[in-house]
């Protein structure tokens, strides 16, 4: 197989950072002659856009991830990049001006550590050889050593480790081989920890290294929402996750799970919407409103559902209340909230107009908000505050994809 044969087998062109991803313009990209494939536009909060190339080490794989077409049985065709190429690919889409920044991730052929140290001499190239300082993102498998654990947080700006699951017997029953008490997430909090050891002796700017993600395969192992947002509002806490991603499982033609239903896409919605409650709004994990089975309600958004279980809050006024009763009002978030409470010494509110024109969603803030003491709106009628039906957007059919779905999060 020639090289560019294999890098299209081995990358993915659509956009899948969830939903900061800019819809992708890679097969734009990958279609210019002579173009490397599997670049894709994406934003990173606070960093604005940029270009990825995302590509797989190996999608060889021994390991029985239920979810993956890539598991050892999948029929898919296998093949490797070595070090070397990864690094001349990556180099020339970045000298010719199509790609920013590296994700690299692979599957697990055999020993991990082999694998994982692979990467290392992949991203080790670009560093050291080829001077390339940008953004480099290494997922690290699972099984790797602590020792590779502490180079990856050396080398790349941000390492990744999939949890999967918020317990043992969760992941379990979605990769037997894989080890959530004694290796993903103890990896995943010496990865946090080294991250911060690293920011706190060198500058943050020269450092470059951002906090570890992580990610979950969402409703396949029977785990309730109150679990997986426990385990990330702890490691959030304690600063040794940056974020999470969710993916909603979705079953795949030819893998073990081909037969499970489908997880709703709103409950994905859902969990990132409470994650940024956690992280960006000043919210605690047990303010958060779960149903009796533990998962946050598919009808309300969470900030909506906090807001109708604390009718001794609202209404508040809001030409004199503080940014940080303001940002708790659904449909107001923190940028908007500052810029109000910016805005209000040198300008009067007259109305929802001026709300609105602000960034205000007054479909969902006008009953929450009085103005000289007026409710702006009618108490909210179910459907303004719906985002989405249960079962909305539901995947019944397994489908098609070469690469594990959730392999560039
Ligand atoms: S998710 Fe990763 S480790 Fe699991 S089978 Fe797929 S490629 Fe292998």
Redesign the pocket.
């Known amino acids: 197989m020639d090289l560019r044969t294999r890098v299209t087998l081995l990358s993915e062109s659509r956009d899948r950072d969830g939903p900061a991803g800019v819809p992708a313009r890679a097969g734009e990209l990958s279609s210019q002659p002579g173009a490397p494939v599997g670049i894709t536009r994406v934003t990173h909060p606070g960093h604005g856009p940029t270009r990825l190339m995302r590509v797989m080490q190996t999608?060889a794989?021994s390991?029985?991830?239920g979810y993956?077409p890539?598991?050892?049985g999948g029929k898919v065709r296998r093949t490797y990049l070595e070090p070397e190429e990864v690094a001349r690919v990556f180099m020339s889409a970045q000298r010719g001006g199509l790609a920013d920044g590296l994700f690299l991730t692979s599957?697990?052929p055999g020993r991990p550590s082999k694998m994982t140290d692979r990467m290392l001499a992949t991203v080790d190239l670009l560093r050291r050889r080829e001077g390339f300082r940008g953004y480099v993102h290494l997922k690290l498998?699972?099984g790797a050593e602590r020792a590779q654990v502490e180079a990856a947080v050396r080398l790349a700006s941000r390492v990744s480790i999939n949890l999967e699951a918020p317990g043992d017997g969760y992941v379990r029953a979605l990769?037997r081989e894989k080890d959530f008490g004694g290796d993903l997430l103890p990896k995943l909090e010496l990865a946090g920890r080294l991250v911060l050891e690293r920011r706190r002796i060198e500058s943050p700017a020269r450092s470059g290294a951002i906090g570890p993600t992580t990610q979950f395969v969402v409703g396949a192992a029977g785990e309730a929402d109150r679990e997986i947002l426990g385990l990330v509002a702890r490691l959030e806490r304690q600063r040794l996750l940056h974020h999470a991603h969710f993916s909603a499982f979705q079953p795949v033609v030819g893998t073990p799970l081909e037969g499970q239903r489908a997880t709703p896409a709103a409950r994905e919605l859902r969990l990132y919407q409470a994650e940024h409650l956690l992280r960006q709004y000043g919210f605690e994990y047990d303010e958060l409103v779960f149903g009796t089975d533990g998962n946050l309600s598919l009808h309300d958004d969470p900030k909506t559902a906090w807001a109708l279980a604390h009718p001794e809050r609202f209404p508040i006024e809001v030409s004199r209340a503080p940014y940080e009763a303001l940002v708790r009002v659904p449909g107001i978030g923190p940028a908007t909230a500052r810029s109000l409470v910016a805005a209000r010494p040198r300008s009067v509110i007259r109305g929802s107009g001026d709300l609105r024109a602000a960034g205000v969603d007054m479909a969902r803030a006008g009953w929450f908000l009085t103005l000289g003491g007026r409710r702006l709106a009618h108490a909210p009628r179910p459907q303004q505050l719906r985002l989405f039906a249960p079962g909305e957007h539901l995947t019944q059919a397994p489908f098609r994809t070469p690469v594990?779905p959730c392999a560039y999060r």
């Open positions: 999608n794989c390991l029985s991830c993956c890539t598991f050892c599957g697990v498998l699972p990769a594990p």
